[in-house]
């Protein structure tokens, strides 16, 4: 039986970045599914301030592979721990108390509580995304 001999060379520079941009993509794609999927959990404060803020932050897209979900207004982290806050944004404590919601849907950690409903999902749409862009 006769060996074939075969060598294949690539530009493995150009190979790691195609699939680092897509898989940037992949995580945009996935986190803003993700940011919409928690919105409803978010508390709602005046005029969706809190809950747009999060949305907002996500325009900026993934980069390195990281894709970031952030709420930036000062109570935020209050809020997604569910403590109520004492003091002033300077000096400031928080709980032993815990906020009650008026909305029925909020929560606290509403990431990770969404998380907990959608984190399959998500998953699927990263992968789905991430196959697209390596087409």
Wanted: aromatic residues 12%; negative net charge.
């Amino acid at each position: 039986m006769e060996k074939t001999r075969v060598r294949v060379s690539f530009d493995k520079i150009a190979a790691i970045e195609t699939i680092r941009a897509a898989s940037d993509k992949a995580l945009t794609a996935m986190g803003i599914q993700a940011l919409q999927d928690i919105s409803p959990y978010v508390p709602k404060d005046q005029e969706g301030v809190l809950e747009n803020s999060g949305l907002s932050n996500a325009e900026q897209g993934a980069k390195n592979g990281k894709f970031e979900l952030c709420w930036a207004t000062p109570y935020a982290q209050y809020l997604s721990h569910g403590d109520v806050m004492y003091g002033n944004p300077k000096n400031r404590t928080y709980g032993p108390e815990k906020l009650s919601f008026t909305s029925a849907l909020a929560r606290e950690e509403w990431a990770k509580y969404a998380y907990e409903i959608y984190g399959e999902e998500w998953r699927q749409v990263y992968q789905a995304a991430l196959e697209r862009g390596l087409e």
